[in-house]
T-cell receptor, first 116, second 113 residues
Framework: ETGVTQTPRHLVMGMTNKKSLKCEQH?????MYWYKQSAKKPLELMFV???????ENNSVPSRFSPECPNSSHLFLHLHTLQPEDSALYLC???????????????FGPGTRLLVL | QKEVEQNSGPLSVPEGAIASLNCTYS??????FFWYRQYSGKSPELIMF????GDKEDGRFTAQLNKASQYVSLLIRDSQPSDSATYLC?????????????FGAGTRLFVKA
């Protein structure tokens, strides 16, 4: 266990559904991340929150909507997804992100998402 | 888009041998370098980080960094079947002011018993 939990672990949804992914960290970190991992592709950074403020939106489509109510919780709200959005969605946390810093990211177990 | 390149493998080595995993990066201003291990069906976990040119050793693992050549490697000595996994190289560079960590696609390692 890394101290980062994600729910649900598996999710199947239709293209018209609305669902949310939840991430919680118990490490006292101030930065949280969402990544998408597809087969044989690099981890794709989606969003970064530093002290609850969004500092990175890596050109993610608006059908993905993040929410960070506090430094310990991070959500990813999903709506009208496409089949190509099927992937493993990983949450991570770290010490606060600073320019040139050396913070290590700790990953949750991921949510395996299938969009039908 | 700055890139981190890794040979996708699979790299196959016999048990007890040295496994050498390589990574190149394009952002010359990169300052922090990480190696993560990801077992099949699991999430990535940190093995080592390195910030200065040269070698850094931790048990059976040695990370090597050459900023002039924009090259970072991971050596695994006395490889064990339990080392079989995908190894991800991650680089934190100057893009977006030095806040962003970019991951390579990973190298799959098989250690044969």
């Amino acid at each position: 266990e890394t101290g980062v939990t994600q729910t649900p672990r598996h999710l199947v949804m239709g293209m018209t559904n609305k669902k949310s992914l939840k991430c919680e960290q118990h490490l006292g970190h101030n930065a949280m991340y969402w990544y998408k991992q597809s087969a044989k592709k690099p981890l794709e950074l989606m969003f970064v929150y530093n002290f609850k403020e969004q500092t990175e939106n890596n050109s993610v489509p608006s059908r993905f909507s993040p929410e960070c109510p506090n430094s310990s919780h991070l959500f990813l709200h999903l709506h009208t997804l496409q089949p190509e959005d099927s992937a493993l969605y990983l949450c991570a946390s770290s010490q606060a992100v600073i320019a040139g810093g050396q913070e290590t990211q700790y990953f949750g177990p991921g949510t395996r998402l299938l969009v039908l | 888009q700055k890139e981190v390149e890794q040979n996708s493998g699979p790299l196959s080595v016999p048990e007890g041998a040295i496994a050498s995993l390589n990574c190149t990066y394009s952002d010359r201003g990169s300052q922090s370098f990480f190696w993560y291990r990801q077992y099949s069906g699991k999430s990535p976990e940190l093995i080592m980080f390195i910030y200065s040119n040269g070698d850094k050793e931790d048990g059976r693992f040695t990370a090597q960094l050459n900023k002039a050549s924009q090259y970072v490697s991971l050596l695994i000595r006395d490889s064990q079947p339990s080392d079989s996994a995908t190894y991800l190289c991650a680089v934190k560079g100057e893009e977006t002011g030095g806040f962003k960590t970019i991951f390579g696609a990973g190298t799959r390692l098989f250690v044969k018993a």
